[in-house]
């Protein structure tokens, strides 16, 4: 299971997507982060840890956000390495999930993740809070 898919990945790419910040698009981030890992050559167990990782983040700012906001995803690969940026409004300050069983599988398969939250936004109606994790690619060398 640990065979990259194809040899067609080079350089560093990002992409990004927003959806509204309800359950029912995490489907649609599930697979863009499978597509955006296989694309970016990460063996299916790679790909499933990022997938992963990502719909734990998603689902506890979805779980927190202002009613009608949006979430704001970004892929960037490299390499050996993806980095995951996801961004939302939460209507009450909080740790997103920090707590959570779902947040101990984030911290265990990815090599580091941080949460800011911003001050009240009067503009947003909420708290910006941001998710970032990097995952990388275990090196061959022993």
Do not use: K
Not at 62 to 67: F, H, L, N
Not at 73 to 79: K, V
Request: glycine share 6%; net charge negative; with cysteine.
């Amino acid at each position: 299971m640990g065979d990259r898919i194809s040899e067609a990945a080079v350089g560093t790419a990002t992409i990004g997507v927003r959806v509204p910040a309800e359950p029912e698009h995490l489907i649609m981030l599930r697979a863009l982060a499978e597509t955006v890992t296989l694309i970016a050559d990460f063996a299916i167990d790679e790909v499933t840890d990022i997938r992963l990782a990502l719909d734990e983040v998603a689902t506890a700012l979805i779980m927190d956000a202002v009613p009608d906001s949006s979430l704001d995803c970004e892929f960037r690969y490299a390499d050996n390495q993806m980095f995951v940026h996801v961004a939302a409004v939460a209507a009450v300050p909080s740790s997103v999930g920090e707590g959570s069983f779902g947040w101990h599988i984030v911290r265990t398969l990815t090599d580091s993740v941080t949460v800011t939250q911003e001050p009240y936004d009067g503009a947003v109606s909420g708290y910006p809070t941001v998710v970032d994790f990097l995952w990388v690619r275990a090196s061959d060398d022993g």
